[in-house]
């Protein structure tokens, strides 16, 4: 590999950042722009796995405070991630990357059931691994998802896709003076309430000490500097 830190990582997407500035849906700019970039590094020899969230199509948590109960919502946003990940997997092929969509919810017509093993070898054979439908479960986020995976599959880190450059201790986008954090450990997120992952993936990721890579996907670049080990965004690990 091209000096590359890692040899395989888990990318988490949100739902929210495949929409773009749409408000709603999947803007298909949005996933050529991250399409090119995943390919850069595959063909550097990076295996990458990725977590797809829903929440362009649908909310389970914002349907459930609407009065919708939160299994059946939650089972809903799950569908809502598989449309993501098949969109995902569409553009990746286009650009050349080799794909395997795998869902937590059987639906053998369009997607692999998850298997670990096979999930493994897939990522051993070169192929990129988009893991849709959550963990399966209601009451689990895409987040906890990821480090789930992650750790399952013995990926080396975490990369958080967000649209901005790393954790403040605000939001930036609000508070012009927010203090950008370059690392964090990850008890620090939990006591500080940093909305880096929900608490249940930041602890997995503590417990296995799975460092999480946080950084701005809107920059063309980042996905290959973070994994040539460049000060890209915020690092969580553990220590202070």
């Known amino acids: 590999m091209a000096g590359y830190r890692y040899k395989r990582v888990l990318l988490k997407l949100s739902g929210e950042a495949l929409m773009g500035d749409a408000g709603y849906g999947i803007d298909p700019r949005i996933l050529d722009f991250l ?9 550097g ?3 990458v796995a990725i977590v797809v969230g829903g929440g362009n199509i649908f909310r389970g948590v914002a349907a459930s405070a609407k009065g919708m109960d939160r299994a059946q919502a939650d089972y809903i946003g799950m569908l809502a991630t598989v449309m993501n990940a098949l969109a995902l997997q569409d553009t990746l092929e286009s650009h050349g990357v080799f794909t395997r969509v795998m869902s937590a919810i059987e639906m053998k017509d369009v997607a692999e059931p998850y298997i670990r093993r096979r999930a493994i070898r897939h990522l051993e054979k070169g192929r990129t691994v988009i893991f849709a439908a959550g963990t399966g479960n209601p009451y689990f986020t895409t987040d906890t998802t990821a480090a789930l995976r992650a750790l399952e599959i013995h990926a080396e880190c975490i990369m958080k896709a967000t649209k901005v450059d790393g954790v403040y201790d605000a939001d930036p986008m609000q508070v012009p003076d927010a203090r950008k954090f370059d690392e964090l450990a990850y008890i620090d997120v939990l006591n500080l309430g940093l909305k880096v992952m929900d608490n ?6 503590m417990d296995n000490d799975l460092p999480i890579i946080v950084f701005n996907m809107e920059k063309e670049g980042n996905i290959t500097a973070a994994l040539l080990g460049e000060s890209v965004g915020t690092i969580v690990r553990g220590g202070s």
Do not use: D, P, W, Y
Not at 35 to 43: F, G, N, P
Not at 200 to 205: G, M, N, P, R
């Open 45 to 47: 020899g990076v295996e």
């Open 35 to 43: 399409s090119a970039q995943i390919k850069q590094v595959v063909a």
């Open 200 to 205: 249940t993936a930041i602890s997995l990721a």
